[in-house]
């Protein structure tokens, strides 16, 4: 499985539009690209998921260029309750069944 | 739809002690996963069962975790006897077990070992 590396922390203010970038320059063909958002003394919870381009859901969008080795998440106008550790887990279809792995996150601060 | 129950969600206990965490995956979720979080880091991967087998437990420190999932459906993990390196939040998730199925996560267990 691809390792992935993120910034470990951003600030933001409220309104603006984060953009959050993973690089992934070993992901494998079959591979999806899935974020993750983490508050304090929760699991982690599922924001978005895509393959190449670009996907977009009610929360955020995901940008992924042609060559995959890296993909940016996007979350418009954030809110404060937006601060939190955000995920980019790399991970597809192994023997036994789904596989990623998480890596150390990027936190984000959202200050008013 | 129920999410992915855990119980207890706090635990303390000292060194060398044994405990044991419970979860209940989403009902119908084949695939099951048990991950360690240390603060400040993020979730490691402990064992990945599929039904009642195990698919993964390459990062399980054998000599002292054990889990199982007698059923096919909830799971225990066991930590005898815990150290204080263990001190972490234990998270367990399920999937469908489809091919890019998302996982859900269940709160978690807060261990603290003094």
């Known amino acids: 499985l691809a390792k992935t590396t993120q910034p470990i922390s951003m600030d933001s203010y409220e309104g603006q539009e984060v953009n959050i970038t993973c690089s992934h320059n070993?992901?494998?063909?079959?591979?999806?690209i899935t974020w993750y958002q983490q508050f304090p003394s929760q699991g982690p919870r599922f924001i978005i998921q895509?393959?190449?381009t670009k996907v977009t859901n009610e929360v955020a969008s995901l940008f992924i260029p042609a060559d995959r080795k890296s993909s940016t998440l996007s979350l418009p106008r954030v809110s404060l309750s937006d601060t939190a550790v955000y995920y980019c887990l790399v991970g597809g279809l192994r023997t036994g069944g789904f596989k990623t792995i998480f890596g150390a996150g990027t936190r984000l601060f959202v200050k008013a | 739809e129920a999410g992915v129950a855990q119980s207890p969600r706090y635990k303390i206990i000292e060194k060398r002690q044994s405990v044991a965490f419970w979860c209940n995956p989403i009902?119908?979720?084949?695939?099951l996963y048990w991950y360690q979080q240390i603060l400040g880091q993020g979730p490691k991967l402990l064992i990945q069962?599929?039904?009642?087998?195990?698919?993964?437990d390459s990062q399980l420190p054998k000599d002292r975790f054990s889990a199982e999932r007698l059923k096919g459906v909830d799971s225990t993990l066991k930590i005898q006897p815990a150290k204080l390196e263990d001190s972490a939040v234990y998270l367990c998730?399920?999937?469908?077990?489809?091919?890019?199925?998302?996982?859900?996560f269940g709160p978690g267990t807060r261990l603290t070992v003094l």
């Open positions: 070993n992901i494998a063909t079959n591979d999806y």
């Open positions: 069962f599929q039904n009642n087998g195990v698919v993964d």
């Open positions: 009902s119908g979720h084949a695939t």
């Open positions: 998730a399920s999937t469908g077990g489809r091919g890019t199925d998302t996982q859900y």
């Open positions: 895509g393959y190449k």
